[in-house]
């Protein structure tokens, strides 16, 4: 089995990109997620741009491993949404240009009644997508967490295609009630990518909340093991959505993960 490689969340280290890039390659991350925004956004980034960018990243030694790309609404919702289909399909041609070939998209939660409107604007959106993505060879690796990982696995075999795989955040799975250790197996040959985030209880009245990686009730000792059995060759990348100190926290979570990494 190979080592994991572990890498961080540019965004998670407040700072603009050249610098998160800089912290990253101090803090001996192999990777990093960035999010296809601002001066790295489709529209902005021209060909020279993407060459310059593709030259910056190996200046710092780093791998880039996948654009995450931020939508208001998911791919369930009407308003707006070929505008917002054409965004990630830019997306996912920068995300090929700049040799990392996928793209990060949160998942909604999956539709129960597979005839419903809702249900069909969302398969709709993921046929659309995932054709683009046979064409310009590029995955989409949905976010998810809502749903247990036997639904999402039974959903997107539905499709058919090679293009559709999912990011694996342990924390989401937390936050909405469902064991990761237990979630992560049925996903084998679907995990492209994960997010190396943590979360526990906050007592009766708060619910669950999210931590340092390492402070709350994942099992990483467990999760990283199972990885490695899945043959997982992609990034964990270390995230922070909350707190004062992300940059701390992002930094103490590489030092964290670093200890599970060689295999077991």
């Not at 609404?73 to 707006?80: K, N, P, S």
């Amino acid at each position: 089995m190979k080592p994991l490689k572990i890498g961080i969340v540019a965004e998670s280290t407040q700072l603009p990109i050249r610098s998160a890039l800089e912290a990253a390659a101090r803090m001996g991350a192999k990777g990093v997620q960035v999010d296809a925004v601002g001066a790295l956004a489709p529209d902005a980034l021209g060909g020279t741009g993407r060459r310059e960018f593709r030259t910056l990243l190996r200046s710092f030694d780093l791998e880039l491993s996948a654009l995450n790309v931020p939508v208001r609404r998911g791919l369930d919702v009407a308003e707006d949404l070929q505008p917002r289909l054409e965004r990630v399909r830019k997306s996912m041609q920068l995300a090929f240009d700049l040799g990392c070939r996928r793209v990060v998209l949160p998942c909604p939660k999956l539709p129960e009644d597979a005839a419903s409107p809702r249900a069909q604007l969302m398969r709709e959106s993921l046929l659309a997508l995932a054709g683009f993505g046979d064409r310009v060879g590029c995955l989409v690796a949905l976010e998810i967490g809502f749903d247990p990982a036997q639904k999402v696995k039974e959903y997107l075999a539905g499709f058919n295609v090679g293009t559709l795989k999912v990011t694996f955040d342990p924390a989401n799975f937390v936050l909405h009630g469902h064991d990761p250790l237990a979630n992560l197996m049925p996903l084998e040959g679907l995990v492209e990518h994960v997010h190396a985030r943590d979360a526990r209880s906050a007592g009766v009245s708060r619910g669950m909340q999210e931590v340092p990686l390492g402070a709350g009730d994942i099992d990483w000792m467990a999760l990283t093991a199972t990885l490695q059995v899945l043959e997982f060759d992609g990034l964990l990348a270390v995230e922070r959505e909350q707190g004062d100190t992300k940059f701390a926290d992002v930094a103490n979570g590489v030092k964290f993960l670093r200890r599970f990494a060689l295999p077991v």
